[in-house]
């Protein structure tokens, strides 16, 4: 059963890939706006104009570039960035080490903080304190991640300068690290100076990332949380003299956390989708970044691979989460 | 028959007074108003040019710190540029993407919803395809991209914020249509012998109007935030209209001697996201019989 589900799940995964790999590459292509006539330098004639497009593949029609476009992904090959002259996979493999690390830290600080929240406004449960966590929650609801950044850049790093303004490491220590996962590296070689500057670095772009989906699963799990705490198991255990805490811990949470998981997986890939402007906030080296750069300059090649990129991680957690879920829930296991 | 008329009057006008009474319907919806007639009435209330530049006036703090000139009360830009005179044009782009897109994105996305809910089988199936796909690009990126492809301006901005954001009203009014579909109006309805399109737009359509005009306001706060992202990155509206994320990049530039460029703007932001989802969680409050018991 579970096989079948993740078999499935992957087809239509892989038709929903191609689906965006066509929208896009179509997209750029009807567009106005000619990538070569950003590089080319003052004095070039037709025919090295001509000669470039041909280089790039740009002179072939639309359905023949993508044909060799998809050939050259199944072969492992993305292409040549216009803009950067690198090769695609190289530069995708270099950027998002740094994004996933970032999304990584603020998906666990998130869970944490809305997590925490939750279980103290269910403690809280028909006091003063609730409605007051409920009207905070309410208005944190409404607050996006560009917002967060923005107030975090003028709190910690210009008011109460405390924290580094950009980049991921200080400028001289880029070459200190062997792989490109300087946290876990950092964390992984018990180097805690290193540790301590690339978590300094990290703070603000994760909470900028995290307080948001902090307050979406503050609500859900709260709202579940209500309706467990009523059931017959918790109140059984609330008779043989468990303490609230241990109530919400060890019996209504295992039962409320499904469909805040559910959820979670969804907000996570808006979580992932605003690296993109928080990484440009923050001078963050990962993909988002260079994203920006990309679209600005009109590097298809670099453009393609990196929607691939961020599609293939939006679709891999909704696999994730949709299989965890099941996992978790018994009942679904063997529908 | 004249009872009930009055009947139906007097409902309608508790249901009326209810809006004004519900706080959050009167601080969120108040905000916006003032906002409204700060970028009507512009001209008159900025007390400055928004695009006259001094550079003898450059970077000057807000009144009340040191440094500060008479007339300039929320300081300048590095520009000479008056803060709060540009805050007040600002405020026009901001409400004209708000406005337009989410009304655009809305009318898209509740049709296609409608249609996909109501009738089901293979118009559901390719609508749903349609929405997973759109889903699996992340929102920001898509803006950029199509801004990029679009050319700069406000038609552009409001075009991407339509062709991303449909797909928060198809899916919810697909869901919602689902609901209704099944109550026993629908089949009273049908045992009449409306017809099927009859039945969608004069049955189900106005049951599930309450979800869509709450969604409306909270996409219209979305759309602001998107507006002031596109703003930040460069490729918003020309750079001689005032826009406050075009105010945020540039304050962002120069964060470390001129604070406020940034900080106004910002605030303004952020009061009108939270005004429009505020006035968004109200109105589904008010609206909504089940929420409203």
Redo the contacts between chains.
């Keep these: 059963m579970f096989l079948a589900r993740l078999t499935k799940r992957v087809g239509i995964a892989a038709t929903t890939l191609f689906g965006v790999g066509v929208i896009v590459f179509v997209l750029l292509r009807v567009a106005p706006g000619d990538p070569i006539a950003m590089m080319i330098a003052p004095g070039a004639t037709p025919a090295d104009i001509a000669a470039l497009r041909a280089h790039y593949g740009l002179d072939e029609s639309i359905p023949v570039q993508f044909a060799l476009w998809l050939k050259g992904i199944l072969a492992g090959d993305f292409g040549t960035s216009i803009s950067i002259r690198r090769d695609v996979l190289d530069l995708l493999a270099e950027r998002l080490p740094a994004t996933l690390e970032l999304a990584t830290a603020a998906l666990l600080v998130a869970i944490l903080i809305g997590g925490g929240v939750a279980i103290v406004g269910t403690m809280l449960r028909r006091t003063r304190g609730e409605s007051v966590v409920d009207a905070a929650n309410g208005l944190l609801l409404a607050i996006p991640d560009f917002v967060w950044a923005l107030a975090l850049v003028l709190v910690l790093g210009v008011f109460y300068p405390v924290l580094p303004l950009s980049g991921r490491v200080n400028p001289q220590s880029a070459d200190d690290f062997a792989t490109r996962f300087y946290l876990v590296e950092s964390i992984v070689t018990l180097r805690f100076d290193k540790f301590l500057e690339v978590a300094s670095h990290l703070v603000m772009p994760t909470l900028a990332l995290a307080l948001p989906l902090a307050a979406v699963i503050t609500r859900v799990l709260k709202q579940a949380l209500a309706e467990t705490m009523v059931q017959d198991y918790v109140l059984l255990a609330r008779l043989k003299g468990m303490s609230e805490l241990r109530l919400i811990l060890q019996e209504a949470l295992r039962n409320a956390v499904g469909p805040t998981l559910a959820l979670t997986g969804v907000q996570f890939t808006f979580l992932i989708g605003g690296t993109v402007i928080v990484e440009r906030i923050f001078s963050y080296p990962g993909v988002g970044n260079m994203a920006i750069d990309a679209v600005i300059n009109r590097d298809l090649p670099l453009i393609q691979g990196l929607v691939l990129a961020f599609g293939l991680m939006f679709i891999v957690i909704n696999i994730l989460v949709d299989l965890a879920v099941v996992a978790l829930n018994p009942r679904l296991r063997h529908g | 028959m004249a009872d009930a008329v009055i009947i139906q009057t007097a409902a309608r006008r508790r249901r009326f007074a209810n809006l004004f009474a519900n706080p959050k319907v009167l601080f969120g919806g108040g905000f916006i108003l003032l906002l409204v007639l700060l970028a009507f009435f512009a001209p008159w209330i900025a007390p400055k040019d928004p695009l006259e530049q001094d550079l003898m006036l450059g970077t000057l703090p807000p009144a009340g710190f040191p440094g500060a000139e008479p007339g300039y009360y929320l300081g300048t830009d590095d520009l000479g540029r008056d803060v709060l005179s540009r805050l007040v044009y600002g405020s026009r782009v901001a409400l004209t993407v708000a406005f337009v897109a989410a009304s655009l994105a809305a009318l898209v996305g509740a049709m296609l919803g409608l249609l996909a809910g109501w009738y089901g089988g293979w118009v559901d199936a390719v609508v749903s ?1 349609l929405v ?2 759109w ?7 898509l803006s ?3 801004v ?4 700069s301006g406000v038609h552009s901005v409001i075009a991407a914020i339509v062709i991303i954001d449909w797909t928060r009203f198809c899916r919810v009014v697909r869901a919602e249509t689902m609901t209704q579909a099944s109550m026993d109006y629908v089949t009273a309805a049908r045992t009449i012998g409306f017809s099927r399109f009859t039945i969608l737009m004069r049955e189900i359509l106005p049951n599930v109007a309450p979800v869509l005009i709450a969604l409306v306001s909270l996409e219209m ?2 759309a602001v ?1 998107v507006e ?2 596109l703003s ?4 918003s509206v020309a750079s001689d209209i005032p826009t406050w994320g075009g105010m ?1 990049a540039q304050g ?1 530039q120069i ?2 001697h001129g ?1 406020w460029v ?2 106004f703007p ?1 605030l303004m ?2 009061a009108t ?2 005004a429009f ?2 006035l968004g ?1 109200g109105l589904r409050r008010v609206i909504d019989p089940v929420m409203r018991r």
């Design positions: 395809r997973d796909i889903m699996a690009f992340p929102p920001v990126l950029i991209l199509l990029a492809i679009l050319g706060g979305i935030i002031a992202i930040f990155v460069g490729l945020i962002r964060i470390h604070w940034l900080t910002l932001l952020f996201v939270l989802n505020q969680d």
